[in-house]
């Protein structure tokens, strides 16, 4: 990202990683032989020449963001959908502000963030996911009845809305997860 400004395109880049690194291993070369070349100095006449390559997918290079800093800094993956979904999900800082604790319906959207797989005591599996709009993130407990309901939607980068009852055990607000799709 910091070669936008040079209007060097992310996909052009990724894609000539190879000649890239071949081009600072000559350039290196060239300046510890400082030896002159033919107009008498030492100056390297090493051209770099990138091969053309299609755009990269804007939901990539999102992912390539979040991995590699920790969050998104070009736009938010979420964006997408937040106009669309504005009257049917609370944003999840609203969610979490809620002050009863006791368990009430909510209905949230937003980008699963991270996933932990468990198996419970009974030998069945459980997901602990993380899901983040654009306002916070919030912990979904996913049981294994959803869970076979709709094993496929439960992926990283994947934007999702569900509908749940908000608990607050240990102090700290979860959604227990009732039923989910996929946007």
């Given amino acids: 990202g910091v070669f936008d400004s040079f209007n060097l395109k992310r996909g052009q880049l990724i894609a000539n990683i190879e000649n890239l690194i071949r081009f600072n291993q000559a350039a290196r070369k060239d300046s510890v032989s400082s030896q002159s070349n033919l107009f008498g100095s030492a100056a390297s006449l090493i051209s770099l020449k990138l091969d053309p390559a299609e755009p ?82 919030i912990e979904i407990l996913v049981f294994t009845n959803v869970l076979e309901n709709n094993p496929t939607i439960w992926e990283i980068g994947k934007a999702i809305i569900l509908e749940g009852r908000l608990s607050w055990k240990d102090n700290e607000p979860k959604i227990l997860c009732d039923q989910a799709k996929s946007l």
């Fill in 56 to 137: 990269i997918d804007q939901n990539i290079m999102l992912a390539y963001e979040k991995d590699l800093l920790g969050l998104y800094v070009t736009d938010h993956p979420f964006n997408a959908y937040a106009a669309k979904l504005k009257n049917l999900v609370k944003p999840i800082k609203e969610i979490i502000e809620i002050s009863d604790h006791n368990e009430i319906k909510v209905r949230a959207a937003g980008i699963v963030s991270s996933i932990q797989k468990i198996i419970t005591k009974k030998g069945s599996p459980m997901l602990f996911v993380k899901l983040e709009d654009l306002s916070g993130e």
